[in-house]
């Protein structure tokens, strides 16, 4: 017993002393007024650092080697007296009480301590940090799915859509193809109306100007004027054939006769048809025909380029029938169109119209589940990058701790380091 005492000394005459202890000077050294501040007065490890090994580990060195040194002990009384497997047995069980002892200590420390509770938590921050990945992975694809089936849906309103739009308008331009066609017909029909009205009034126009003609030229009478060639007694023979103005003939032919002698009579075309012979030379009938057309130019300058009004409302009324009923049919033509028209797009209507509606309720549903979607992401992306900040912070505290694992602890143990 005197010998584990003895080596208990000389072990505190090992260890170092505090540098409060080797610094500080006799209180007598210092004058008398501040010698009671000195009393209250320690000195402290620097922040953030712990204080010197071997103040905090003084507890668990001495404990330690007591146990080595019982253990020690008991095996060398032993030897040579008790078997070898009881000195083994001895020393495994004073190892054994070290390591729990050490362990069991190593386990109090604060800092190990801190550094456990430090690694629990950031195991917990890991687990919930994978689960709102997991989540955020779970909502994307909830969202993508739902996006890829609703759009779906809304392609196949749309299409649908399309489809019966398009059978609506081919409907409806079968109609305009049927009233084009009627209504060619019957502008065709008008075209040949209006042309024979037209041809009608040119003819009237023509027999008017005609006899407008025949009217000045009556009043040029052959027996009054002068005409060369022309004497009293052919203008009897004329007056005698019917023949008393420039209206009375239309023309004259000559009839030549050959024999033994060349024989040329002269005929004034009628304007009945007939021709009559006056016994007029060809020098005579040349010069009557010439006066005739003289007349004849002076006045053509001078023809009534229109019918009169009462002539024209005449062949109008003539054909008025023809139109009307051109007009009525073309306008029935275009009421049957319209009125098919409209029941064709009274027909599509409702299928348009439900069409319509489920897209847009569809498109509405769409927006709000992304918006209910986009909010949770937000929410776990905003938990998320939280969680990873303080997993960060962890981190950074943990690795402040430097390097205080057991193998560190034991050279703080037993060999007096800091």
């Not at 668990?60 to 007296?81: D, H, P, R």
Request: proline share 3%.
């Amino acid at each position: 017993m005197e010998s584990f005492v003895s080596y208990s000394k000389r072990l505190l005459n090992r260890m170092p002393r505090s540098k409060a202890e080797t610094s500080s000077l006799p209180e007598s050294s210092y004058s008398l007024g501040s010698s009671w501040v000195l009393d209250h007065i320690t000195v402290e490890a620097p922040p953030g650092r712990p204080q010197a090994a071997s103040n905090r580990f003084l507890p668990e060195s001495f404990v330690s080697y007591l146990i080595l040194f019982a253990a020690a002990s008991t095996a060398a009384v032993t030897y040579g007296s008790a078997p070898v497997m009881a000195i083994l047995l001895c020393s495994a069980i004073g190892l054994g009480a070290e390591a729990a002892f050490l362990s069991w200590r190593y386990g109090k420390v604060p800092a190990v301590r801190e550094k456990r509770a430090m690694t629990e938590s950031m195991k917990q921050l890991e687990l919930e940090i994978a689960e709102l990945g997991s989540e955020l992975n779970e909502l994307n694809a909830i969202k993508l799915s739902y996006m890829q089936v609703e759009e779906d849906t809304i392609n196949d309103y749309v299409h649908r859509l399309g489809e019966a739009e398009n059978r609506e308008r081919q409907e409806t331009e079968a109609v305009e193809k049927e009233l084009r066609l009627r209504l060619g017909g019957l502008h065709g029909e008008r075209q040949i109306i209006d042309k024979e009205e037209k041809t009608e009034l040119s003819s009237i126009l023509a027999a008017f100007q005609k006899a407008w003609l025949e009217e000045q030229l009556t009043k040029h009478r052959i027996s009054q004027d002068k005409i060369p060639d022309i004497d009293d007694e052919m203008k009897r023979r004329l007056r005698a054939g019917g023949i008393r103005t420039p209206a009375d003939f239309l023309d004259i032919t000559i009839n030549q006769s050959y024999g033994r002698k060349q024989i040329e009579k002269v005929y004034l075309i009628l304007k009945n048809g007939g021709s009559v012979h006056v016994g007029m030379s060809r020098s005579q009938a040349k010069a009557l025909i010439d006066w005739k057309r003289k007349i004849e130019r002076r006045y053509r300058t001078k023809l009534p380029a229109a019918l009169p009004r009462s002539e024209v409302s005449a062949v109008a009324l003539r054909f008025k029938g023809r139109k009307t009923k051109v007009n009525d049919e073309e306008q029935m033509v275009k009421s049957e169109a319209q009125a098919k028209a409209a029941a064709i797009k009274q027909s599509y209507r409702p299928e348009l119209e439900i069409l319509t509606k489920e897209a847009e309720a569809a498109r509405n549903r769409l927006d709000h589940e992304l918006l209910g979607l986009d909010s949770k992401i937000d929410e776990r992306n905003h938990q998320h990058t939280a969680k990873l900040r303080e997993y960060q912070h962890l981190i950074k505290q943990k690795e402040a701790y430097g390097d205080d694992h057991f193998v560190t602890f034991l050279k703080r143990v037993f060999l007096f380091r800091a």
